[in-house]
């Protein structure tokens, strides 16, 4: 049986324009534009074309901030067929915050899930749902989530949507 993974904090899915500066697991030197697929206040999921290797430091600069800080690549998430692989890596240093998000108070249910904010496109109504790593992976694969709306009670692609700033 796995051993449960206490979070410091929760999860967002956010996609942030990120640079990544490292060296691949062939020794060369890289620089790589991507994306987080998700973050949180000490670490994030990105998605990276070049292969790494857990435990090594990489910098990664957030284009949405300008900030920049050293991470630990902490473990290979997943391959997905589209030549990228999904990395989990942990902030080095603790007290910073490149994204320029400011993280909700952790509940109960942030141990478990990602917290998504999502919106109806035919009545804009938003509504913030956790959902599981696999259902994060298919909404940025597939622009999206279908589902009802109990605003104007029609089933559409909900799409993902930028947390309210609080």
Known sequence: MRPEIQRRSCRLALTIP?????????GKDFVEDSNT??????GAKIRLS????????????????QQ??????????ST??????FWGVECLEHDRNIWG??????????????RV????????????????????????????????CLNCRTSALWTHV???ES
């Open 18 to 26: 990120i640079r990544v500066f490292g060296i691949d697991f062939q």
């Open 37 to 42: 697929l998700v973050v949180n206040r000490h």
């Open 50 to 65: 070049h292969q790494l290797l857990p435990e090594q430091e990489i910098r990664l600069l957030s284009r949405a901030t």
């Open 68 to 77: 920049e800080a050293i991470f630990r690549v902490v473990s290979k998430v």
């Open 80 to 85: 997905i067929n589209f030549g990228y692989t």
């Open 101 to 114: 998000v400011r993280f909700p108070e952790q509940v109960s249910k942030d141990q478990a899930a990602v």
């Open 117 to 148: 904010m999502l919106q109806c496109p035919i009545c804009f109504t938003r509504e913030l749902l956790f959902l599981d790593e696999f259902l994060v992976g298919s909404l940025q694969v597939m622009g999206g989530i279908s589902r009802g």
């Open 162 to 164: 930028s947390f309210p």
